[in-house]
């Protein structure tokens, strides 16, 4: 067990929805990332952030968008999905801004 | 930004031989390598990791290699046992930036 929680496991909806998914990094731990994996691409850096304040960005759409909010926790909201946006998505969290990567077991994505 | 290859896709083994995962990266001022385990269905867990100080790191069976001049990194698992079957991926990032992830490697070791 990393100690990062991430809700909900599993979650299908359609083409056009929005969905919000949660991660609650390890107990101090102040960086969260996001990341998303599909087979093809591996995983693929979205975004950081440390200490409630954007880090770093990678490849997340604007139809994406996180936040970190004061106790820590962090949301990844997806809008206006698409079928290609069905992806296992990871949240990891670090103690600094660098270093060892903790990750949850994922978000399973399904849009039909 | 960072580009990272990795190779074999895939790669299948018998009981107790070793495997080799290579990895190569392309911007040179990366310094930091680390190799995560990605068992089915949970997140990926740091296995070991290399710094651009050292040439060589060994934990138990498992070893990362790194030539800086090349700009490539290996993973050496020596006596394989079942439970090593997992995808492995490499990563590389420069000081405190964030890691850039090479696609992955599914190890099979079959008993």
């Known amino acids: 067990d990393s100690g990062v929680t991430q809700t909900p496991k599993h979650l299908i909806t359609a083409t056009g929805q929005r969905v919000t998914l949660r991660c609650s990094p390890r107990?101090?731990?102040?960086?969260v990332y996001w990341y998303q994996q599909s087979l093809d691409q591996g995983l693929q850096f979205l975004i950081q952030?440390?200490?409630?304040?954007?880090?770093a960005k990678g490849n997340i759409l604007e139809r994406f968008s996180a936040q970190q909010f004061p106790d820590l926790h962090s949301e990844l909201n997806l809008s206006s999905l698409e079928l290609g946006d069905s992806a296992l998505y990871f949240c990891a969290s670090s103690a600094s801004q660098s270093g060892e990567l903790f990750f949850g077991e994922g978000s399973r994505l399904t849009v039909l | 930004g960072e580009n990272v290859e990795q190779h074999p896709s895939t790669l299948s083994v018998q009981e107790g031989d070793s495997a080799v995962i290579k990895c190569t990266y392309s911007d040179s001022a990366s310094n930091y390598f680390p190799w995560y385990k990605q068992e089915l269905g949970k997140g990926p867990q740091l296995i070991i990791d290399i710094r651009s100080n050292v040439g060589e790191k060994k934990d138990q069976r498992i070893a990362v290699t790194l030539n800086k001049t090349a700009k490539h990194f290996s993973l050496h698992i020596t006596e394989t046992q079942p439970e090593d079957s997992a995808v492995y991926f490499c990563?590389?990032?420069?000081?405190?930036?964030?890691?850039?992830f090479g696609k992955g490697t599914m190890l099979l070791v079959s008993p």
């Open positions: 990563a590389a990032s420069i000081g405190y930036s964030t890691l850039t």
């Open positions: 107990s101090g731990d102040l960086s």
């Open positions: 952030y440390y200490n409630g304040e954007e880090r």
